[in-house]
């Protein structure tokens, strides 16, 4: 790092603390603080919840299953876009959280079931949360001291102190005053400018990456994988383990089920304006993360090529031996991509990259604190009160959970030992609500008939098996004679063995992925089971409308546009009433655009399945592969200049209507999330 890479990372930081100071006066109430009052626009939305989503962790978490899965999984991925689409502009479940105005998920449980469930969900979802939060702070500090050089001490006076903790202190110290600031109106802003930089290094990093290796250096390594072990050709990929098409499958049924279910950034689902201006912001979104995606598939290979071509060999050896110098294998492969990136990367895009990452663990870990705190207090702590907090008091307590959390995950990460892939980790830990969480959220805002029995027994159902999924994995496989026999039940996992004295069990454990998709299934089926049979019994249905704020429930201001009806082939692609001619052209754009690579995906399927391949061997066609590979890139990256200037543009505009909004808005003190004991037996059925 020279002195340019210093200076824009001071740059960086400087900017995004010089705005919170700025914009903390427009924070006036819980509802700001909660949900920035929901006034956010479409644009404003989709930037900061794209970088508040990704996160330092989550690059090096893409970087690493990168390596290992290259292009092939992105082939997969091409049928994503067709349901990514169809969840987004149907609104699929954002829509109608929005319509409900709860500011948080178990909110929302408590007005559809009870207020014991949203309580118990709550902690589910707390508890949950803190644990996939808990390894955020090691793998965002390791990545800065591997990718800065920096020395494992540094000294105070007298005293020596590590760097590692230290450096975790720091960044943790700074997103936590970005919330105690502003709430979500800072972490919002903050998250835009952090957001829109990052787009734009990601773009100039991809470019300047390709060139620099070289799609021919790429092609001759990819050429060579072995069987089964392909790197371009996703029909040539039955042995590459965990991210192969079992993984993406899982993924795409977790679009449907999943849709909301994690809570990590969860203030976004309540900040928009109103649902349809929320809706619109899911459309951007699928625009907004073309340079990301480049990079995050693009410099994988690009790493793998260095790591593995005849001309960079003694590059490739100089990195070894510092990856050596690493103990544990899991944090071994996530420092792989950045060391190679910082050996790479020139004086300024050195700064820029280091910039980004800096600026994507502070979003995250902003984000992350607003999210899993305030959902302790809103959901945990106050539904056992009676009454409703004062304001002054209820955000004294909200900023008190957020020194909890903290805490609590400086400390997780100082000894917690990661043992797996980090987005298995991911998984793992989330299925411990995701799994069950889909059931629950679907069939509270789609159906009348769902009980608040098949809510429970959704819950305990995924949670057991989530948390039997976890403490497998991190327990040592290992148990004497006497254990084995009575864990006898778990024979299934594998078989046993005896060695230097002591009985091992060979498991074949679910990954992450795999236990999230069996708790989907399980879930689903039991909540519709449980249901129905208690609807069979009492034949008693919810009142929707009342819930979603429609008919005589309607509330001014919460819905867009006219009485125009719409006809039904606008209905069928998600149009309603509420969009203008700008809406329509961006449906239309979006549906043609995802599409058309879907129809590519038919014909490249149909086309390889129908080829006769002696003896397995499918390298006859790699050059094909390469070529479409080596094309869609360019593509995305022509679409992701225009998208940049669109979206920066557009942002900024929501940020000066957000700042205007909540300076004139009167604050309603009796908006902060607190449910009547009335109005909850009034919601729940039972």
């Known amino acids: 790092m020279k002195f340019l890479d210093w200076t824009i990372v001071l740059a960086m930081y400087a900017g995004i603390v010089l705005t919170v100071v700025l914009t903390k006066r427009y924070m006036r109430g819980v509802t700001d603080y909660l949900a920035a009052g929901r006034s956010a626009g479409r644009y404003l939305l989709t930037i900061s919840a794209g970088i508040a989503g990704l996160g330092a962790i989550t690059v090096v978490a893409n970087l690493e299953m990168g390596y290992e899965a290259g292009f092939a999984l992105g082939w997969w991925g091409l049928t994503m876009a067709l349901f990514q689409v169809f969840v987004t502009v149907s609104g699929w479940v954002n829509y109608r959280f929005r319509r409900t105005r709860s500011l948080t998920l178990a909110e929302f449980f408590e007005r559809r079931y009870s207020r014991r469930f949203r309580i118990f969900a709550g902690s589910v979802a707390f508890v949950a949360g803190l644990i996939n939060f808990g390894i955020f702070p090691s793998v965002g500090a390791r990545f800065f001291i591997h990718f800065l050089g920096l020395p494992e001490t540094w000294a105070l006076g007298p005293l020596v102190l590590p760097v590692f903790p230290t450096l975790m202190a720091g960044l943790l110290i700074t997103a936590v005053y970005f919330v105690f600031a502003g709430g979500q109106v800072a972490v919002m802003i903050t998250d835009f400018i952090q957001g829109a930089f990052a787009n734009i290094v990601f773009l100039v990093l991809a470019v300047y990456l390709l060139l620099y290796v070289g799609w021919g250096d790429v092609g001759e390594v990819l050429s060579q994988t072995p069987a089964g072990h392909s790197k371009i050709n996703p029909f040539d990929t039955g042995f590459v383990e965990d991210f192969n098409f079992k993984y993406f499958l899982i993924g795409v049924l977790g679009l449907f089920y999943g849709a909301m279910s994690w809570q990590g950034t969860q203030a976004y689902n309540s900040s928009a304006k109103t649902a349809h201006e929320g809706k619109m912001g899911g459309v951007l979104g699928l625009w907004r993360g073309r340079s990301q995606d480049v990079f995050m598939t693009l410099v994988p290979i690009l790493v793998f090529t260095v790591m593995h071509h005849s001309n960079w060999a003694g590059f490739a050896s100089g990195i070894s031996d510092q990856l050596a110098g690493i103990d544990n294998e899991a944090v071994r492969n996530q420092m792989r991509a950045p060391l190679v990136l910082a050996a790479l990367l020139p004086v300024g895009l050195l700064g820029a990259f280091a910039a980004l990452m800096l600026g994507a663990f502070i979003s995250t870990h902003n984000t992350y604190l607003h999210s899993w705190s305030s959902i302790f207090i809103q959901d945990v702590v106050i539904p056992f009160r009676k009454t409703p907090l004062s304001p002054g008091a209820h955000l004294m307590l909200l900023r008190g959970g957020v020194i909890g959390v903290a805490i609590f995950i400086f400390i997780f990460s100082l000894f917690y030992k990661q043992t797996q892939a980090i987005m298995l980790f991911f998984a793992l830990?989330?299925?411990?609500?995701?799994?069950?969480?889909g059931a629950v959220i679907i069939g509270g805002l789609y159906t009348r008939w769902g009980t608040?029995?098949?809510?429970?027994?959704?819950?305990?159902?995924?949670?057991?098996?989530?948390?039997?999924?976890?403490?497998?994995?991190?327990?040592?496989?290992?148990?004497?004679?006497?254990?084995?026999?009575?864990?006898?039940?778990?024979?299934?996992?594998?078989?046993?063995?005896?060695?230097?004295?002591?009985?091992?069990?060979?498991?074949?454990?679910?990954?992450?992925?795999?236990?999230?998709?069996?708790?989907?299934?399980?879930?689903a089926v039991i909540y519709v089971a449980v249901s129905w049979g208690e609807q069979a019994l009492r034949r008693r249905m919810f009142d929707l409308d009342r819930l979603l704020h429609r008919g005589e429930y309607e509330i001014v201001g919460e819905t867009e546009g006219n009485t125009k009806i719409v006809n039904r082939g606008w209905r069928a692609l998600g149009i309603t009433s509420e969009f203008g001619r700008r809406d329509r052209f961006l449906y239309l754009l979006t549906w043609g655009w995802n599409i058309t690579w879907v129809l590519i995906f038919i014909a490249g399927t149909v086309f390889f399945l129908t080829r006769h391949i002696e003896g397995g061997d499918w390298s006859r066609w790699d050059f094909l592969w390469l070529d479409f590979w080596h094309t869609k890139i360019w593509i995305e990256l022509a679409v992701a200049v225009v998208v940049i200037v669109w979206f920066t543009w557009g942002g900024v505009r929501d940020v000066k209507r957000l700042l205007r909004d909540l300076s004139s808005r009167p604050v309603d003190e009796s908006d902060d999330g607190f449910v009547d004991a009335r109005a909850e037996e009034d919601s729940a059925d039972s």
Not at 452 to 457: L, M
Not at 478 to 506: H, K, M, P, Y
């Open 452 to 523: 608040t029995a098949g809510a429970w027994a959704a819950t305990l159902s995924g949670v057991t098996l989530a948390v039997t999924g976890f403490i497998l994995e991190q327990a040592q496989r290992s148990w004497d004679e006497s254990a084995v026999a009575f864990w006898g039940i778990l024979d299934f996992l594998g078989t046993a063995r005896a060695e230097n004295g002591a009985i091992w069990v060979d498991a074949n454990l679910p990954n992450g992925q795999e236990l999230w998709g069996w708790a989907m299934w399980m879930c």
């Open 429 to 437: 830990t989330a299925a411990i609500f995701a799994g069950w969480s």
